[in-house]
Each structure stands twice: as structure tokens, then as C-alpha cells.
């Protein structure tokens, strides 16, 4: 099905360069086919001899400041943005430069931070950085640091827009320096295995109880984490789960629980990442050349990925090829997602490993419908994120 992808029509709006371009479509292409973004496992996936595409890469990324393309993804209408962090184990590279040692202090890699825009269920990542307890430790910085230094390179995109994290960011120096920069927050709140009830009192100095019934949510306003930062606190124990879920933030306390709700939802899009275009696999000695065909990968993921969507949307939903467009920026209808195996497979997990058969008159309807929808991530409103 790669085949019918346009993929050089879709990077002439990421590279203002016809050339750069041209050679980010082929390398893009023979990744998505290789699975995997190891320049060797991509050169053999490129017309002409292996060495020779293998140079060819290397030259590119040498030259190109992909991260600055991958920026170009962001959503401006975005309702919130994502961060999340993931460790990326390195198994055979333990002496690499920025390669440490992962959260159980053995295994050698270093951590992904990638933030993202929400979009139809899953999330299109527009900015990242890695960092490891080696490069910590030389550049004299810290993992808070390292967090912030993410956020504070996107600031400006931010506006009004909070960004929504995941329990690792619930620590007291990152809250105040959100807060200092007027950055509006959603944070999962990490409560240790005796729930410990002190990490927050109220303005009297009172400390608060963290306690919800299964099927209830809980709310308090104008409490103070740590005793230091200002938020509000929600709490909500769904039925049929075996914990509460606690969330702080910046916001109304049900506009936060409503948002970080919705994270939950698109905490897969990384996974296919992982799992399908093999990710950990990146092997660069360089740090910069490294993020630069992690940019590669999630350029190529977000192409996969809408391509996929909409063949999804075709084979399970039922719709038809000239409705793609619409339905990919709009509201999914019910009777497009009614079907169950429309809800049991990703877009990318349908491309690169269940390919379907379908004509290839429909496979170039489709083509075309995704062809029409690049150039609105990139230029247009993003209309959804359930």
C-alpha cells in the first residue's frame, strides 16, 4: 500500500527546499518499509546500491535541521499539548556517548521526551528531546531541568493551551517554574503506596484528606501542593477500577479531569512507535544525529499513521474513499466507528502489518483524500481529540 503514498507531495510542506524534500520522501519511504529507523535497515530499502543510499542518509542528516521541520506540525488549534517521556534502552551501545542508564539504574539508554498535539484518538508529535544520566551529569543539569528546558523551547506555541503530564511531572520545582512562566497545567498526581496525605493543605494550612467513593469525583479548589504552589485538585474513582484518579491543575478542576481524560486515551500513539516502526532501534553515535532520525521516525509515523487512519476508516467503517477528508478532520460518525475491529486497530498497525486488500482505485481515492489533509495539519485547525 506504501506504494500509493505520495510521500514527496506531503514533505514540500515540511522542507521549503525541493531537493531536501525529495530526498526526505525516499528515506521516509524505505523506512516505513524497513520498519525501523537504523540507517543500514533503511538503505537496503532505497533503489541503488545499499553503501551508496547508506551515505546518502548520513549526508542528509548531516545537513538538514529536521527538528525545525518537525516543528511545522504543530497544531495551532490544538486544545492542549502532551508530554510524554519514555525510556529508550540501548543494550548494545552502553558506551556511546549520551547513552546512561535507564530508572533502574542497569540498563544502559537514555529517555525520550516528545510533545505532541491530540488528534482523532491519538497524537501528532511535533517536538522533542533526549536526554540520559550520562548527559545529565556532564552538562551539570538535572531531569527537572532537562523537562523544562522541552517546554520552554515551545513557550511561545503554548499561549493559553496547558500542557498535559503524566504522574512523572508531579514534583514541586517544575510546578513553580510553570507557574513563574504563566504556563497552564494538567499533572496526574503520583501518590506513593501508603497514599501518603500531606502533599497538600488548604490556606489555613490544613492538610488534605485524599479520599473518593468508587463512582464519585471529589474537588478542592485553592489548595497548595507541598504547602508552596497554588492549584486545584480533582479526584475521580470510575467503577470497575481498582484506584482513584487524582489530578492537579491550573484550570477549572473538571476542564482538567475532562483533558487529562482524554490523554488517557491517546497513550498508544507512542506504543506503535515502539512496537511497529521499532524506535529503540535508532543507533547514531552522535546525540544530534540521533534526534534527527528520531525526527525522521515521527515524521514518517504522522505519514503512516493518516494514510492508515483513513484505509482504517474504509475497511471497518465502511465509508466511502471520497468522504476520507471530511471525516479525517472532523467528528468521527457513529456509524464509522461502530464496527469493533474499527476500535482494535491503530491506523499504522493496519498499514504495515495487516495491509488489506483493496482496489487499487480505492487505495488511490484514498491517497488522495490524506494528500488534501497534510497541508491542513500543518496550515488549519485541528477539529477533534476524542
Request: proline share 5%; with cysteine; charged share 25%.
Amino acid at each position: 500500500m506504501l506504494k500509493f503514498i505520495n510521500i514527496s507531495e506531503f514533505m514540500r510542506y515540511l522542507f521549503d527546499d525541493e531537493e531536501q524534500a525529495l530526498k526526505a520522501a525516499k528515506i521516509i519511504r524505505a523506512l516505513l518499509k524497513a520498519q525501523s529507523p537504523r540507517l543500514s535497515n533503511i538503505a537496503e530499502q532505497m533503489e541503488g546500491k545499499s553503501d551508496t543510499c547508506y551515505k546518502a542518509i548520513q549526508r542528509f542528516i548531516a545537513r538538514v535541521d529536521i527538528k525545525r521541520q518537525l516543528l511545522r506540525l504543530f497544531q495551532e488549534e490544538a486544545e492542549f499539548v502532551l508530554g510524554d517521556p519514555t525510556e529508550m534502552p540501548r543494550y548494545k551501545a552502553p558506551k556511546t556517548s549520551y547513552v546512561g542508564t535507564l530508572s533502574d539504574e542497569k540498563t544502559p539508554g537514555y529517555w525520550l521526551m516528545v510533545l505532541s498535539t491530540p488528534f482523532r484518538g491519538r497524537a501528532i508529535p511535533f517536538h522533542f528531546i533526549t536526554y540520559s544520566s550520562k548527559t545529565i551529569g556532564e552538562q551539570a543539569t538535572s531531569r527537572n531541568q532537562e523537562h523544562f528546558r522541552a517546554f520552554a523551547k515551545i513557550k511561545d506555541l503554548l499561549g493559553e493551551r496547558p500542557l498535559v503530564l503524566d504522574r512523572e511531572f508531579s514534583y514541586l520545582e517544575l510546578l513553580e517554574r510553570l507557574v513563574i512562566e504563566k504556563i497552564q497545567f494538567v499533572i496526574r498526581l503520583k501518590l506513593g503506596s501508603k497514599r501518603k496525605q500531606t502533599h497538600f493543605v488548604d490556606a489555613d494550612g490544613q492538610p488534605i484528606k485524599l479520599f473518593v467513593k468508587p463512582g464519585q469525583k471529589v474537588i478542592h479548589r485553592n489548595v497548595f501542593y507541598l504547602g508552596v504552589v497554588k492549584v486545584n485538585l480533582i479526584g475521580y474513582w470510575r467503577k470497575g477500577l481498582s484506584k482513584p484518579l487524582w489530578v492537579m491543575t491550573s484550570l477549572e478542576p473538571k476542564r482538567g479531569l475532562d483533558i487529562y481524560q482524554a490523554r488517557m486515551k491517546i497513550d498508544e500513539s507512542f506504543r506503535d512507535c515502539k512496537d511497529l516502526l521499532h524506535l529503540p532501534k535508532v543507533m547514531n553515535k552522535r546525540q544530534d544525529y540521533l534526534e534527527k532520525m528520531i525526527a525522521l521516525a515521527l515524521i514518517a509515523f504522522v505519514v503512516g499513521y493518516l494514510f492508515g487512519e483513513a484505509v482504517r476508516d474504509v475497511c471497518y467503517g465502511k465509508l466511502e474513499a471520497e468522504q476520507v477528508t471530511a471525516v479525517l478532520l472532523g467528528e468521527v460518525p457513529e456509524q464509522v466507528s461502530a464496527n469493533r475491529k474499527w476500535h482494535l486497530y491503530s491506523g499504522l498497525f493496519i498499514l504495515l502489518k495487516q495491509k488489506p486488500r483493496l482496489p487499487d482505485e480505492t487505495l488511490s481515492l484514498i491517497a488522495q483524500s490524506v494528500a488534501q489533509v497534510f497541508p491542513k495539519l500543518i496550515y488549519g485547525p485541528v477539529r477533534s481529540f476524542v
